[in-house]
Structures are given as C-alpha cells and as structure tokens.
C-alpha cells in the first residue's frame, strides 16, 4: 500500500518567515495530494491540494509543489502569522483504491509572534 | 465548502459498553464515507471505507466485529464500537466524499473515553 513521509516533524518560525513543509510517497498511482490543517481538537480542514497533472499551485500565502519523479511534494506558507501555528498533515490518494487518504504524520508549526 | 457534522462530540462510558457515534453529511450526498481514529499527537489512521448500501470495507488490523459500520442512506454513516475497553479510547473522525470526486471533508470528531 501505500506510504507516506512527512519532515519535519515539528516547525518553529518566526513571524513574518516562510515555512516549508515536504513529504514523499512511495506508490506512482497516487495522483491527489491534499493539505490539511489542524487544530487541537478541531477537525482537519482542507487547505490546498494538487493533482498530479500540475506541477504548482498558489493560494494567497499558501503554495504546493509536485515532482512526480521524485515522489515528493511540498507546502510553503510564506508570511506566517500566529494564527498559522497548528498541525499540518500531508496526504496521497490512489484513486484507483477508492480514493482512500494515507496520511503523514503530521508536521506541528508554532509562529512565534 | 461541503459540511460534515458528527454525535456526539464528546462521549465517556465504561468499560464493556457500546458506543454509537452518527456522521451525517448536511449539504452533500455522500457516497463514501470514511472513519478514521487518530490518537493524542499522531496522524489520522484510516479504519474502514464504507459505500452507501453495502458493507464496510475494513483496513488490515481493524476488526468488524468490534468496530460496526452502517452506511444506510446518503447522508448518514454510523460507528458503533461495541465492548469498548480503555484502549479504544481515541478521537473518531469521519470524512465524506461524493461521488467520483477525490475532495474529502471531515466531520468535527468524536472524543472517545473509555473508563
């Protein structure tokens, strides 16, 4: 099946900086890679996702890159705010598996004010 | 964006008991649902995919029996966990997905305590 790595781990910024988040998977198949967001408590919300027909995409501070070669994808959030601190989580879908999420272990992001 | 709601939020129940937790998709059809449990400071671990009007299909490790899942119309999936024990207790999470489309959205979670 499928898997997914997420680095780091933890993320401390301050505000104003970028932070980069990457993750890798294993299975060519996977063509749907989403980001969430999550809070403690609160439910993971979607925040930017790419396919795998599309090498970037951009959403207000918010950015994703492909390199399906490589495997990896990655998630950049330029001009963090406090209010970005939270756990960010990776994912690969297989659409042929039932459009089934094999998530990352999550990367917790602290801003710094 | 689509809207997943989830009951309860919060449930505490001793060891032994079942415990049903509803996840109803409000606005959207949801063909799939997903369940997933994710413990304190760790990822979302998928538990099952369940399709409306069929059975459950269960990840390697879950086990049906315990874990009961009834996807009986479009908008609502229902997890029963029978004879919970301490170790079952975990935050519950549900996501719906509409027909082909690979956009998931996620209900608020069920907080799970097991004394």
């Known amino acids: 099946g499928e898997n997914v790595e997420q680095h780091p781990s933890t993320l401390s910024v301050q505000e104003g900086d970028s932070a980069v988040i990457k993750c890798t998977y294993s299975?060519?198949?996977?063509?749907?890679f989403p980001w969430y967001k999550q809070e403690l408590g609160k439910r993971p919300q979607l925040i930017i996702d790419i396919r795998s027909n599309v090498g970037e995409k951009k959403d207000q501070r918010i950015a994703v890159t492909l390199n399906k070669t490589a495997k990896h994808f990655s998630l950049h959030i330029t001009e963090t705010q406090p209010e970005d601190s939270a756990v960010y989580f990776c994912?690969?879908?297989?659409?042929?598996?039932?459009?089934?999420?094999?998530f990352g272990g999550g990367t917790r992001v602290l801003v710094k004010p | 964006g689509a809207v997943v709601s989830q009951h309860p939020s919060r449930v505490i129940c001793k060891s032994g008991t079942s415990v049903k937790i509803e996840c109803r998709s409000l606005d959207f059809q949801a063909t799939t649902m997903f369940w997933y449990r994710q413990f304190p400071k760790k990822s979302l671990m998928l538990m099952a995919t369940?399709?409306?009007?069929?059975?459950?299909?269960?990840e390697q490790g879950v086990e049906k029996d315990k874990f009961l899942i009834n996807h009986a119309s479009l908008t609502l999936s229902t997890l029963t966990v029978t004879s919970a024990h301490p170790e079952d207790s975990s935050f519950y999470i549900c996501?719906?997905?509409?027909?082909?489309?690979?956009?998931?959205?996620f209900g608020p979670g069920t907080r799970l305590t097991v004394l």
């Open positions: 299975d060519s198949a996977s063509n749907y």
């Open positions: 369940s399709n409306e009007g069929s059975k459950a299909t269960y």
């Open positions: 996501s719906g997905t509409s027909g082909s489309l690979d956009t998931q959205y």
């Open positions: 994912a690969a879908m297989m659409g042929a598996a039932g459009n089934k999420l094999t």
